[in-house]
């Protein structure tokens, strides 16, 4: 899937992440991320965050996730959302693999 403008889903709610998507030319996947539970879950968030944009082909971006304690499906949800959104595509995957 090719990104084609800047995106976001979520909101700056408890229990949800705000993820901004932007499209990059090169330089891979690069994430910032700003949590409370940074340093007990960040590896664990920004690795949902790779794993979402690499099963949708995405191999050059950037991403700001502002966390407020999402669960793993809620920042895999919002990371989809951004890709749909940013590829400017309505196509959804609605089957669970």
């Not at 408890?14 to 690069?30: C, F, K, R």
């Not at 959104?85 to 609605?94: G, I, K, L, N, T």
Request: net charge negative.
């Amino acid at each position: 899937m090719n990104l084609l403008i800047t995106a976001t889903a979520g909101t700056m709610e408890s229990n949800d992440i705000m993820v901004t998507l932007e499209p990059a030319q090169s330089g891979g996947i690069q994430i910032s991320l700003t949590s409370n539970v940074l340093q007990q879950f960040g590896r664990q968030i920004e690795a949902v965050i790779r794993d979402t944009l690499t099963h949708y082909g995405i191999e050059n971006a950037e991403v700001t996730a502002v966390d407020k304690g999402a669960l793993d499906c809620t920042v895999r949800a919002r990371v989809t959302a951004a890709i749909f959104r940013s590829a400017q595509s309505d196509a959804y995957e609605w089957e669970v693999k």
